[in-house]
């Protein structure tokens, strides 16, 4: 098992966001959770990237608890986290943007391969390398960052709303570089407000409603879930 959520509550003050939730990752899954604003989904990661630490509950990774490791351990151990709305260096440019995805490593010949990699993946990035993040796309800016994200090489990649914001031709673009990505063996925890993209490419899925997890199953067993057709994708 790659990943495994025990348990975990976690509070802001007097505000319970996590109330006791358990779910794991294998190797190669594409993991998805879903839910409305408020149901806890960016928590879970910030709490998974140690941005946040759990008053309860534990958190292994490759069956090691992370639960009090700091941020940048996490990525040096391979998880990586591409957070909601971007927030990439928008005065800088795409490679200086790339090379901080980097920072925890020093291999300048891996990190070089890694950009390959990402430029495989993303080849308008290559193509905008002396650009500033702020003068990109909201598109291309998502890529920037998914590609940052990708610059530690982690095992497992945290994505937190990537379509938010996009046109719906760049989100069906987006989604099919996501599955790309998890083929080439990155294994990959999703949240994401657009349920049917997102049951789309998961392998295995959690609903979640105001920090309990409701509902779980293969993707295509909630894909056809009553509750979440009505809920979640608009039937």
Known sequence: MLLQVDDIR????????????SFHIEQGEIVTLIGAN?????????????????????ILYQGKSITKTSPERIVKMGISQVPEGRQI????TVRENLEMGAYTRNDRKEIEHSMERVFS??????????QR???????????????????????????????MGLAPILVDE????????????????L????????????????????GRIVLEGSANEVMHNPMVRQAYLGE
């Not at 260096?89 to 800088?92: D, I, N, P, S």
């Not at 990035?125 to 002396?130: A, F, N, P, Q």
């Not at 990109?136 to 937190?160: F, I, K, N, T, V």
């Open 10 to 21: 976690v509070a802001y003050g007097a505000i319970q966001a996590v109330q006791g939730i």
């Open 38 to 58: 408020g149901a806890g989904k960016s928590t879970t990661l910030r709490t998974i990237s140690g941005l946040l630490r759990p008053t309860t509950g534990d």
């Open 89 to 92: 260096f928008a005065g800088l």
């Open 121 to 130: 993946s993303f080849p308008r990035l290559k193509e905008r390398l002396k």
């Open 133 to 163: 993040g702020g003068t990109l796309s909201g598109g291309e800016q998502q890529m920037l960052a998914m590609g940052r994200g990708l610059m530690s090489s982690p095992a497992l990649l945290l994505l937190d709303e990537p379509s």
């Open 174 to 189: 987006i989604f099919d570089i996501i599955a790309r990505i998890n083929a080439e063996g990155t294994s990959i925890l």
């Open 191 to 210: 949240v994401e407000q657009n349920a049917a993209m997102a049951l789309s490419i998961a392998s295995r899925a959690y609903v979640l409603e105001t």
